[in-house]
């Protein structure tokens, strides 16, 4: 096996006040203060809301990848994807969302990428971090 080219990480996030959850601008500044925290670069930003009380998908384009972002208000729900290579920190990027969201409940997996598999299929699952 060789070693991981990037990390992988995703979030659910629980118990989100929904009116940050509709917020594009605060979105941007929770992922752009995290991007920074990770040491990544970005290179570009997209965020949409998709209509009154309805939720938000955004995304940062990263030298080291992506982070992105996808909202669900009325369930009081976002899913965090924050993937990076390099010497960029994920899961930095990763725990200053789920503060700066103020996320009540949080699961969090971490998928190593790049790994040469041992043969010419393997099939596993994102575990979730242990406690």
């Not at 190593?112 to 699952?125: K, N, Q, W």
């Amino acid at each position: 096996m060789s070693a991981p080219l990037g990390s992988h990480v995703l979030l659910d996030l629980h118990e989100v006040d929904a009116g940050l959850l509709g917020d594009c601008d605060r979105l941007e500044r929770i992922l752009l203060d995290a991007a920074a925290a990770a040491e990544a670069r970005v290179l570009g930003a997209r965020f949409h809301r998709f209509g009154p009380g309805q939720g938000v998908t955004g995304v940062l384009l990263l030298a080291e990848s992506h982070i992105s972002i996808h909202t669900w208000p009325e369930h009081g729900y976002a899913a965090v994807d924050v993937f990076m290579c390099g010497d960029a920190q994920p899961m930095t990027a990763a725990m200053l969302i789920r503060e700066r969201t103020g996320a009540e409940r949080c699961a969090l997996r971490e998928c190593m990428r790049g790994e040469l598999p041992a043969s010419d299929v393997t099939i596993t699952a994102c575990a979730p971090l242990p406690e």
